[in-house]
């Protein structure tokens, strides 16, 4: 499942949520929803995309500087908040 949402607060910016059963995990569709999202927030005139995950899950944080080096990390306690600046960030076909 994905979620795309505006924030109220900051015209351009989207808040994605992504949620994979544990039966899809490990197959790319955390990949496919990720780089799909991107083209839909770019496509849709925003600039960034916003992500907020635990702060203990190194794994998804760690993918996601992969493929987007110039993403923006913030840590508040266990949650770490990710900004993706769409113009900079790698278009959605080479994060395949």
Known sequence: MTNLMRLADEPGVLELAVLIADAWQG??????????????????????????????????????????????????????EIRIPLDDAAPANQLM
């Open 27 to 80: 197959r790319r569709l955390g990949r496919e929803l990720f780089a799909h999202s991107m083209t839909l927030a770019r496509s849709t005139g925003h600039h960034t995309l916003c992500v907020s995950v635990l702060s203990s899950s190194r794994p998804l944080v760690s993918a996601i500087g992969r493929e987007v080096p110039a993403m923006a990390t913030a840590h508040q306690g266990t949650i770490s």
